[in-house]
């Protein structure tokens, strides 16, 4: 099934319908910085939870800054690698773990940017509703999945408007329920699938963050 979003609020409303259908128990709202932000917000708000950041940085390779060969995500074990896509583009070993050391740095210095330096929310014996604009390769999502494990939520949720099969089936077994609404047989990129991309900025972010905040939770679930 292919379908097209007018812009990320779009596809955050439409996704919403889908995972309220789930029934979460609980449910905390984690969004991926900063394109899943704005898609976040909607689902969090559809289903009257708070909503936080799950923090991850793509690890690109030596001469091809935007081919992800590994990811990391805030907290232990949030390393993935990317083997296949390391092996074909020569990436050794010791420049992904210099890399690596770096974005942790740079992870820090986004949850103080965007959070004030706020704690990530707890969300053991929850409802981890984990939400993006979409998914290329699944590497970085899979490096937020596998910190987010060792926070030790009761259910996993993943929610995205649109992924390729690949990533889709890689990521199955990562989580407990697997929310996508597009899955293109052709696919070629995340913004070939809306008619609005634009770039989310470090200020939209931190709006869309506080504004969550302000507004009080709601005690009745769209339907």
């Known amino acids: 099934m292919t379908m097209r979003f007018a812009d990320r609020r779009d596809a955050g409303r439409r996704l ?5 259908a789930l029934k979460p128990v609980d449910p905390v709202v984690l969004a991926l ?7 976040a917000v909607e689902v969090a708000h559809a289903l009257g939870a708070p909503l936080d950041l799950l923090l991850v940085r793509k690890i690109g390779a030596p001469d091809q800054r935007e081919l992800a060969v590994a990811a990391i ?6 390393l993935v690698l990317d083997e296949e896509t390391m092996a074909i583009t020569g990436t050794p070993q010791a420049y992904v773990e210099r890399e690596a050391q770096r974005e942790r740095a740079e992870l820090a210095r986004r949850r103080t940017a965007y959070l004030g330096g706020r704690a990530a929310m707890a969300v053991e014996g929850k409802t981890a509703v984990v939400v993006d604009d979409g998914i290329a390769t699944g590497t970085t999502v899979r490096a937020a999945l596998q910190a987010l494990r060792a926070r030790r939520p009761a259910r996993v949720v993943l929610a995205v408007p649109v992924a390729p099969t690949r990533a889709l089936l890689e990521i199955d077994p990562l ?5 996508c609404l597009s899955e293109p047989p052709a696919f070629y990129a995340v913004g070939a699938h809306y008619d609005d ?7 939209e972010v931190i709006a869309a963050l506080a504004a969550a905040a302000a507004a009080p939770a709601s005690r009745e679930r769209s339907a």
């Open 197 to 203: 991309f634009r770039q989310v900025s470090d200020d």
């Open 73 to 78: 995500a805030e907290g232990p074990g949030g």
């Open 33 to 39: 910085p900063r394109g899943g932000v704005p898609v």
């Open 16 to 20: 919403a319908h889908a995972v309220l």
């Open 175 to 179: 989580v407990d329920d697997l929310v």
